[in-house]
């Protein structure tokens, strides 16, 4: 007992000790906070290193230090008040602080205008494992231990079994119903990871001559031109970069080169004559005059005649800025009136938004004198882009014609080569299996099979943030159902339901359809649904709104919905001006989130990319600061005037005690 007693008065009950954990705290803190370093060492992100036992521990010894040193030391007297509160403030802050790193959670998402509105986020720390069978996507699977920083090849996680949620009637709710039963397969399909790498590249390899391949494009460009007389004999052969086009892979059936798209498509039930009437029927055009209506479709160097009227359909401007920040297609026509007037109109797809430039006019751009009001109010043109295949260009660049080349192989054999452009008609041209686009060469091979190899990037390559982003993350993963197992290699990706996946595919025998695999961080669901109203980049004066420049700010205007009520707020997101929500979901006084900037697209402004972070702890932490205020302007100011009253008090009643009492007068004896 003496020894415990001693032990008890040298650390519970000791000023000293108290002193000695809060300055430990603090290195910790400021370790774990400036030095990743060390984080990463023991392969933790910031909240894990901060929930990690020595903080708690750490934590608990200085509560329990503060309470017990408060009651055996410090008198409950007005004096000692403040110190009482400043103890209970510490206290407060550090159970605040404690509940603020096991709670945190912070991430982004991606909202893209004009979409219904969204409610999860993408977790910054932890990881998943999504998987898709078809249009359908399970749920994604969480992958907690998985290292984060070291290269694991050895690696050997836990066997997943991924869900698919599906509705169920009774319960009328939706239900996780494994994978298999989806695809009809009577074993469980299961995923395990067996391998991680922290920053590597996936690098495809493709072999022709199997049985079960795909049909794929070798793509070979090089790197200069020789000029119309091609290759000088005798010079060395230009270098070349070999890619490989494949239609069944999403993602891998497509590339940019040049400024150009190119895309390739593999159908047994499309004919080169019909991919040529689908680009053509892909603008439609509604004209209305005095409530008669006709409908045509125009393909840019194309015209038409309605009511009197001629149109010349003049160009396509894929993903155009509209005055009020928003992206969508518009057209523009060169258009003259039944009396011989001639100006240009612009229209936007879905919408009744039209522009008339006058053509020619002094001093105007090359779209004409933009007009406040349409020449012709008595007519009206509805467009509409409807491109279900993707035929045409979506990248687009002002003044510059835009190009897509889409190319169609069938069983029959050949390449059949459909060319899109923004400002003349389309073209389809038919080759054998091999054709020349100047210094690019395209090859047809049928039964190509593809794998992929993993890449490990060299220390000294690496970019800092981005390995510390995980953007280069790659796993192996086993993927087994029955006596079926293989292994296949899975890259990481930022935000897996905004982009087209790039992991593998994986035909399981017996399945009704393939499955994909991807790997991300894990999305969470946020306490409110934000839809994006308009973005706008705010350039300094002199810059313009595209990558290269520097802004002044960014505004994200959003639509906050609240699940619950549907009720609907508005907030603007900028630069060091965060948008503050509540978790309503959360009695009393719920819990605090945020939506800050955090990126953009400089290409198009379509979409913004939102920081999201719950604060959770906060009001305990504030509850403990004022606490501690309080105590020290009590400790500080106040205790000094009652200390002094408390003396003249004490003074006072001392000499009150000493005053001379009246003395009987003496009588002589």
């Known amino acids: 007992m003496a020894l415990l007693n001693a032990l008890f008065q040298r650390t519970l009950n000791s000023v000293r000790f108290g002193i000695f954990i809060m300055a430990c705290l603090g290195v910790y803190i400021a370790v774990g906070s400036g030095i990743p370093e060390v984080r990463e060492f023991f392969e933790m992100n910031e909240m894990e290193f901060f929930n990690w036992w020595p903080m708690p521990l750490m934590a608990f010894l200085l509560i329990a230090n503060l309470t017990f040193v408060t009651f055996n030391r410090i008198p409950f007297t007005p004096p000692r008040y403040g110190v009482w509160m400043i103890h209970a403030g510490i206290v407060i802050l550090t159970l605040g602080l404690m509940a603020y ?29 999504y998987v898709r069978a078809g249009s359908r996507s399970a749920e994604p699977v969480p992958l907690p231990d998985l290292p984060r920083f070291d290269e694991s090849p050895d690696y ?4 997943l079994m991924p869900a698919i949620r599906s509705y169920d009637p009774e319960q009328r709710a939706g239900v996780p119903t494994p994978i298999h039963e989806s695809l009809g397969l009577d ?79 593999d159908r047994i039930d499309l004919e080169p004559d019909q991919l040529l009437r689908a680009a053509e029927d892909t603008h439609r055009f509604r004209i209305t005059v005095d409530g008669q209506t006709e409908e045509f479709g125009l393909v840019p160097g194309g015209s038409a005649e309605a009511f009197g009227y001629a149109f010349v359909a003049e160009r396509f401007w894929p993903r155009w800025t509209a005055i009020d920040g928003s992206t969508t297609d518009a057209f523009s026509l060169r258009v003259t009136t039944p009396d011989g007037q001639t100006f240009r109109r612009m229209v936007l797809d879905g919408r009744d938004v039209q522009t008339d430039f ?18 012709d109010v008595g007519l009206d043109i509805n467009y509409r882009f409807l ?5 045409w260009p979506r990248i687009g660049k002002m003044l510059q014609r835009a190009q897509r080349e889409t190319f169609l192989t069938t069983p029959v054999g050949g390449i059949h080569r459909l060319t899109t452009f923004s400002d003349a008609p389309p073209e389809l041209q038919t080759y054998d299996d091999v054709l020349q686009m ?20 060299p220390p000294e390559q690496r970019e800092r943030d981005a390995g510390r982003a995980g953007a280069f993350q790659v796993v192996q993963v086993r993927v087994a159902s029955g006596d079926f197992e293989t292994t296949v290699v899975v890259p990481f990706m930022q935000f897996v339901y905004e982009y087209g996946w790039t992991g ?14 991807q790997m991300g961080n894990y999305a969470r669901p946020m306490p409110v649904a934000v839809a994006l109203e308009k973005f706008e980049a705010v350039p300094y004066p002199g810059g313009i709104a595209q990558a290269g420049f520097t802004m002044r700010d960014f505004r994200s205007t959003l639509d906050i919905v609240q699940p619950a009520t549907g009720e609907i707020t508005e907030g603007v997101a900028s630069m060091n001006s965060p948008v503050y929500v509540r978790d309503e979901s959360i009695p009393l006084i719920g819990q605090s989130w945020l939506l800050y900037q955090a990126s953009w697209n400089p290409e198009d402004q379509t979409y913004t990319v939102l920081g999201v972070g719950n604060r959770p702890g906060v009001y305990t932490m504030i509850i403990g600061s004022v606490l501690m205020f309080i105590g020290l302007m009590w400790a500080f100011y106040l205790k000094p005037v009652l200390i002094r009253r408390a003396k003249q008090a004490a003074l006072a009643k001392h000499a009150a005690g000493r005053k001379p009492t009246a003395v009987p007068d003496m009588v002589p004896a």
């Open 101 to 129: 790193f096991s709670q945190k959670v912070e991430g982004l998402t991606m909202i893209r205008q004009g979409q219904p509105p969204k409610q999860y986020f993408y977790d910054a720390f932890e990881r998943a494992l």
């Open 156 to 159: 050997v996680g836990d066997k």
């Open 187 to 265: 074993e469980p399909v299961t995923l395990q990871v067996v391998g991680y790498y922290p920053y590597a590249a996936v690098d495809p390899q493709y072999t022709i001559g199997h049985d079960d391949g795909d049909t794929a494009l070798k793509v070979t460009h090089r790197h200069h031109d020789h000029g119309p007389e091609g290759h000088v004999e005798g010079e060395p052969e230009p270098e070349a970069d070999i890619t490989w086009m494949v239609a069944s892979r999403p993602g891998a059936d497509q590339m940019l080169l040049h400024d150009i798209e190119f895309r390739h498509i």
């Open 358 to 375: 006058v053509i020619g006019a002094e001093g105007a751009g090359p779209m004409g004198a933009r007009q406040p009001e349409p020449l």
């Open 387 to 391: 491109d279900g295949l993707r035929l």
């Open 438 to 457: 100047g210094d690019i060469t395209m090859e047809r091979f049928d039964g190509v099979r593809r794998t992929d190899r993993i890449v490990i990037v």
């Open 504 to 517: 593998p595919v994986v035909d399981i025998p017996g399945a009704s359809q393939p499955i994909r695999i």
